[in-house]
């Protein structure tokens, strides 16, 4: 159902011009319906303080029904935080981006969702299988089946 | 927004009502101001389905659930109130049984793989038992007792005959010798209200039939019937087995050999290297200390073991088959051999009987059709295996023995012997001066 996906994004896209992004979100680019980039920080007396970030949204054809792939962008300039559920190369580990997904949720959200996810974290490090991960990993987080097994963070 | 105004209806407001509805699932919104104007420009019709806000196309509700959910067990909920939404279906009753179907095949699956080896190892052991019985009594007499192919075998035949691998099995193990011994009796019941014995239709070589009446009794023949030869399986196998396990404590107990003190009964526990049978796997305990512990240690049965065991087992057809027939080559340089196994009347045109009465279904296979009158006699073939294969057995065991028994000869007769300080500096020995 492309049609629903399109008018929902045209929709998201036209709130965010209007009514602007959350605090500590900035939108990098939303060109086309395909993939969206926005920087991220985390503001206030965090553990990331004065870091920034940037999420990579990449929209399905039949989003919202399935939910989009974000993932940290890791390039020359861009770098993962730190943080027992974001793994080195980018990918999340979050169940709202998972099984737990809904079209009641958007990217805003999920945006919002991810920045409180980093103000609560109270020890910089990596998930415990971050080296076998990242060596295995596929291309993209969805095709992974993550282990939701943390509500605290 | 009219939050500050009481709603002026009697009736509860429903999704129609509101005058700005957004779909949660695709976002869009319409604004109306009275409630007849909708109804004609909605393209899809709207939804209320849960106990919070969130309202909702229906076309964009059914297509999150189908994509979310293959049955509608348990039902769709709202992400936000959780409440189960209620949905009006067709669900024949024949979509319910193909829907618990699926959800069942799994279970389906496996049962038909289990049915499927389960029935693929029947065809193979009853192949295989048609093969060792045609090899065990020869082809004449297996023609005779269960004809020419499966569609001549009586209904029996396909119970008894993939019986006989593991029939073959039970009687090489020494743990089961109670098992064995009612082995016979074991299948026997009901095959015999299948049996046709009397069935005057069964004439597999066209031969006579004799009245039932000729049928009872022990009727000793020689040389003796496959019926008789199985049924006398085992107690001539418990036999041997006393005679050998008594051989083997007399000779292998510690105490024999070297020192003769005759003792026999009570070396039981303390055989020293001893040769156990245990579910028909000769195991070997070198242990001097050979007590209970070591024994149980030395059980050991892994796959090589259980795979000679089982081998050795479906071989003895093979075995018992070219016995008789290195049996039948040497009696024709012996006379006395050659009556011995009955060679001699074969060509005599005499009928002789099969001795029966002993109506066992035995090794797993009830043999039918005793008692009749043959117009021409038959090469015993069994017979001869059936010598073969004790003989074969008895020198093995005696082989056997005899290499476990020159193995506990030759630690026995160690001794190290003893040199003299050659070489060794002398200063820094401690000696008696």
Redesign the interface.
């Known amino acids: 159902?492309t049609t629903?996906s399109k008018?929902?994004l045209a929709?998201?896209l036209r709130e965010l011009q209007t009514h602007g992004p959350p605090t500590g979100i900035a939108v990098v680019s939303a060109e086309d319906f395909e993939c969206w980039l926005f920087t991220i920080e985390v503001l206030g007396n965090t553990l990331y303080e004065g870091e920034k970030f940037c999420l990579r949204f990449r929209f399905p054809g039949?989003y919202?029904?399935?939910s989009p792939e974000v993932t940290f962008v890791v390039d020359e300039k861009w770098g993962a935080p730190v943080h027992p559920h974001i793994y080195s190369n980018g990918h999340i580990c979050a169940s709202i981006l998972g099984n737990e997904w809904?079209?009641?949720l958007?990217v805003v959200s999920v945006c919002l969702t991810l920045q409180s996810m980093l103000a609560s974290c109270t020890k910089k490090q990596r998930p415990q299988d971050n080296d076998r991960y990242v060596l295995h990993a596929p291309l993209s987080p969805k095709k992974t089946r993550f282990h939701y097994d943390d509500d605290t963070v | 927004m009219s939050g500050t105004r009481r709603w002026p209806h009697a009736r509860v407001p429903d999704v129609a009502d509101l005058r700005t509805r957004e779909c949660w699932i695709c976002k869009e919104d319409e604004t109306f101001t009275t409630r007849g104007q909708r109804k004609k420009d909605s393209l899809s019709k709207w939804i209320h389905p849960c106990k919070c806000t969130l309202v909702a196309h229906e076309s964009c509700l059914l297509e999150w659930i189908a994509r979310t959910q293959q049955t509608l067990d348990p039902p769709p909920q709202c992400p936000q109130c959780n409440a189960p939404f209620v949905i009006a279906t067709k669900r024949t009753v024949i979509l319910r049984a193909l829907d618990w179907i699926d959800a069942k095949k799994g279970t389906i699956v496996n049962v038909l793989i289990v049915t499927g080896i389960t029935s693929g190892l029947l065809v193979l052991s009853t192949a295989y038992g048609v093969h060792a019985l045609r090899m065990l009594v020869g082809k004449e007499m297996s023609r005779y007792m269960i004809g020419n192919g499966p569609e001549d075998w009586p209904i029996e035949a396909w119970i008894n005959l993939p019986l006989i691998p593991f029939a073959l099995m039970i009687t090489q193990t020494a743990r089961l010798d109670p098992f064995v011994l009612s082995l016979p009796f074991f299948v026997s019941p009901y095959v015999h209200a299948l049996n046709s014995l009397n069935d005057p239709e069964f004439h597999p070589l066209g031969a006579p039939v004799l009245p039932s009446s000729a049928h009872d009794g022990l009727m000793m023949a020689f040389p003796p019937s496959p019926q008789l030869l199985i049924a006398l399986i085992p107690p001539v196998k418990l036999l041997y087995s006393t005679l050998r396990q008594g051989l083997i404590r007399m000779l292998m107990s510690p105490s024999a050999g070297g020192a003769r003190s005759g003792r026999l009964g009570a070396a039981d526990i303390d055989v020293g290297p001893q040769i156990r049978e245990e579910f028909g796997l000769r195991v070997q305990v070198e242990d001097e200390n050979g007590n209970q512990q070591n024994w149980a240690r030395g059980l050991v049965l892994n796959g090589t073991t259980i795979g000679a065991f089982v081998t050795y087992s479906l071989s003895l057809p093979l075995i018992a088959s070219v016995s008789g027939h290195i049996l039948r080559f040497l009696a024709n340089y012996s006379p006395g051999l050659r009556t011995f196994l009955a060679l001699d009347s074969i060509p005599q045109p005499t009928p002789f009987l099969f001795g029966t009465g002993v109506r066992v279904a035995t090794l797993g296979l009830h043999l039918r059709g005793p008692s009749q009158l043959l117009g021409t006699g038959m090469d015993p073939v069994w017979w001869r295996n059936t010598v073969g294969l004790c003989l074969f057995t008895v020198t093995k065991d005696a082989v056997e023995l005899l290499h476990a028994w020159l193995r506990r000869e030759e630690k026995r007769s160690r001794r190290i012997v003893s040199r003299n300080f050659t070489g060794v500096d002398l200063g820094g020995l401690d000696l008696i001066m």
């Open positions: 159902m629903i008018k929902r929709k998201e039949n919202p029904i399935e809904s079209p009641v958007s």
